[in-house]
């Protein structure tokens, strides 16, 4: 069974850091390309970053370069997302995303998302 499962998320101050884990299960981790995304309420779901496969490079959406840093360890089968210096407008529920390099996100597998609240 293909699973994608998120945890790490809470409460946090702003200006504080948080570490997201997404542990996969069910299938050949290390074959696919791994992305965080986040919504807002009433917003549309966004990219934040993304790692590939072979070489482990890495892109940020513009906005959380500098902040954010995403990373996988393929033998643990778990990919991770450090957020730091959390501002309010952070506040979203991140989705962790594994596809074949190639495809579309929406043809990939999704975790059902983990809370962040950034907020004093």
């Known amino acids: 069974q293909v699973q994608l499962v998120e945890s790490g998320g809470g409460l946090v101050q702003p200006g504080g850091s948080l570490r997201l884990s997404c542990a996969a299960s069910g299938f050949i981790f290390s074959m696919y390309v791994l992305s965080w995304y986040r919504q807002a309420p009433g917003k549309e779901r966004e990219l934040v970053a993304t790692i590939t496969i072979a070489d482990g490079s890495t892109n940020y959406a513009e906005s959380k370069k500098g902040r954010f840093t995403i990373s996988r360890d393929n033998a643990k089968k778990t990919g991770y997302l450090q957020m730091n210096s959390l501002k309010p407008e952070d506040t979203a529920v991140y989705y962790c995303?594994?596809?074949?390099?190639?495809?579309?996100?929406?043809?990939?597998?999704w975790g059902q998302g983990t809370q962040v609240t950034v907020s004093s």
């Open positions: 995303n594994a596809r074949v390099r190639g495809s579309s996100p929406s043809a990939g597998y």
